[in-house]
């Protein structure tokens, strides 16, 4: 007897909130906060903060229509290899096994965005003729994505620092063993690139034993009208 009683007034209860639910949710209250106050104790969970959407490569901002996002990192003392970024694909990576010690360097066609080349340069060890015979065949417009790994410059001479210079760099002329580098270029660019940052080996102030930070930096590149023929 007392079951069927308590069963009863069980239901009563919850007729009576589904009814109330009912006429709320007609008159345009939110039944799904009730819901959750009821089954928390009363009290209303905080709304969760909503995530800054990512675009390509991780930007916070779209770019702009004919224009190429993109992420360059340089690598992290010799222990972690740079990463090249564009348009949402990974060019240069530790996990695609095509970065090496010294120059990372991707060349894309600057008219549709399509990746021409990419290739690492040992300015360590290796030979800086081989840096020389691929930059200077270089076409109009082709883009010059670059990301140091450990040590860019040792091997560096004047005429391959002269050739970044006519990409567009500024800081190729002063690029010394060990600095973090990371640059974007063109064949054919009339001023200065916007794209370079440099981080200078210092003992005083390197983020590493014997290297500086790792350097981050990305952006929209326009693409370049095809050439006229």
Same mark, same amino acid.
């Given at each position: 007897?007392? #079951?069927?009683?308590?069963?009863?007034?069980?239901?009563?209860?919850?007729?009576?909130?589904?009814?109330?639910?009912?006429?709320?949710?007609?008159?345009?209250?939110?039944?799904?906060?009730?819901?959750?106050?009821?089954?928390?104790?009363?009290?209303?969970?905080?709304?969760?903060?909503?995530?800054?959407?990512?675009? +390509?490569?991780?930007?916070?901002?779209?770019?702009?229509?004919?224009?190429?996002?993109?992420?360059?990192?340089? !690598?992290?003392?010799?222990?972690? !290899?740079?990463?090249?970024?564009?348009?949402?694909?990974?060019?240069?990576?530790?996990?695609?096994?095509?970065?090496?010690?010294?120059?990372?360097?991707?060349?894309?066609?600057?008219?549709?965005?399509?990746?021409?080349?990419?290739?690492?340069?040992?300015?360590?060890?290796?030979?800086?003729?081989?840096?020389? +015979?691929?930059?200077?065949?270089?076409?109009?417009?082709?883009?010059?994505?670059?990301?140091?790994?450990?040590?860019?410059?040792?091997?560096?001479?004047?005429?391959?620092?002269?050739?970044?210079?006519?990409?567009?760099?500024?800081?190729?002329?002063?690029?010394?063993?060990?600095?973090?580098?990371?640059?974007?270029?063109?064949?054919?660019?009339?001023?200065?690139?916007? #794209?370079?940052?440099?981080? +200078?080996?210092?003992?005083?102030?390197?983020?590493?034993?014997?290297?500086?930070?790792?350097?981050?930096?990305?952006?929209?590149?326009?693409?370049?009208?095809?050439?006229?023929?």
């Amino acid at each position: 007897m007392r #079951f069927a009683v308590a069963l009863r007034a069980v239901a009563l209860v919850l007729l009576l909130g589904f009814t109330w639910l009912l006429a709320n949710s007609m008159l345009g209250g939110d039944g799904n906060s009730l819901i959750r106050m009821l089954f928390s104790g009363g009290q209303e969970e905080p709304t969760p903060e909503p995530r800054p959407r990512k675009y +390509k490569c991780g930007l916070s901002a779209p770019c702009p229509p004919k224009h190429l996002a993109f992420r360059l990192t340089s !690598g992290a003392a010799n222990v972690i !290899g740079p990463k090249i970024c564009l348009e949402d694909k990974i060019l240069v990576s530790s996990a695609k096994n095509n970065v090496g010690r010294g120059l990372n360097v991707a060349l894309v066609n600057g008219v549709n965005g399509d990746l021409l080349e990419v290739k690492a340069f040992d300015m360590w060890a290796g030979e800086v003729s081989e840096l020389l +015979k691929f930059l200077r065949p270089l076409h109009e417009g082709t883009l010059v994505f670059v990301a140091s790994f450990d040590d860019p410059a040792t091997k560096l001479n004047d005429e391959a620092r002269r050739l970044f210079e006519e990409l567009g760099s500024t800081a190729a002329k002063e690029l010394s063993f060990r600095d973090s580098w990371v640059f974007v270029g063109a064949k054919g660019i009339e001023n200065k690139s916007p #794209f370079e940052q440099r981080m +200078k080996n210092s003992k005083g102030s390197n983020k590493y034993e014997g290297w500086p930070e790792s350097l981050e930096m990305d952006g929209c590149i326009p693409l370049r009208a095809p050439l006229e023929t």
